[in-house]
């Protein structure tokens, strides 16, 4: 089982907004970086650090952290948006590099 | 911009070793700033991180895999690989390589590998 865990499965209707959240004990001292995997794709960087998008990552992309729940919110969704999206951090004794178990996005 | 880009054999008996190669373009691997990691994704499943080296060769693996895991580097080749002996058909993946920033997360991928473990 993850150390970090997400909601299976999330729906947003198009141009609304949506977040999909990472819940472990280990993002009271790290961050959760947050990626966006297409079906036969590389996973794509979206969210690092406190919340900083890479270049060419569109600014609807934010993240942020409260205790033990990391939050990736998608502002005005897109349907180049429907993907999956893993979060991944550090595990508890900070040794182990872990990713939650990841949350496949539908856009209506 | 950086690339990355596995190669390796598609299907790998049991019992036997499999062997992975990423080669890095657009990039030094021996720029002394990054990590290069290896990750796997089983079918229908999650990312699992397998481990990843400095170019100098040190080296950080996932506990659970660790027994079986060989991690090495080639900086003429900018080239890293992976070894996994002993598979079985749980060893069944997408297999990713991935830089890795800070030892924390992974800003390049490549696009990953289908091994399948299967006699």
């Known amino acids: 089982s993850s150390e970090l865990t997400q909601d299976p499965a999330v729906s947003v209707a198009l141009g609304q907004t949506v977040g999909i959240t990472c819940q472990g004990d280990s993002l009271r001292n790290y961050f959760a970086t947050w990626y966006q995997h297409k079906p036969g794709q590389a996973p794509v960087l979206v969210i690092f650090?406190?919340?900083s998008r890479p270049s060419g990552i569109p600014d609807r992309f934010s993240g942020s952290n409260s205790g033990n729940t990391a939050s990736l919110t998608i502002t005005g969704a897109q349907a180049e948006d429907e993907a999956d999206y893993y979060c991944n951090s550090r595990d508890s004794t900070g040794d182990r590099l872990v990713f939650g178990g990841g949350t496949k996005l539908t856009v209506l | 911009q950086v690339q990355l880009q596995e190669s390796g054999p598609g299907l790998v008996k049991p019992s036997q070793t499999l062997s992975l190669t990423c080669t890095v373009s657009g990039g030094s691997i021996s720029s002394g700033i990054y990590y290069w990691s290896w990750i796997r994704q089983h079918p229908g499943k999650g990312l699992e991180w397998i481990g990843y080296i400095y170019y100098s060769g040190s080296t950080y693996y996932n506990p659970s895999l660790k027994s079986r895991v060989t991690i090495s580097v080639d900086t003429p080749k900018n080239q890293f690989s992976l070894k996994l002996s002993s598979v079985t058909a749980a060893d069944t993946a997408v297999y990713y390589c991935a830089r890795v920033v800070g030892r924390y997360y992974f800003d390049y991928w490549g696009q990953g590998t289908l091994v399948t473990v299967s006699s």
């Open positions: 650090g406190k919340n």
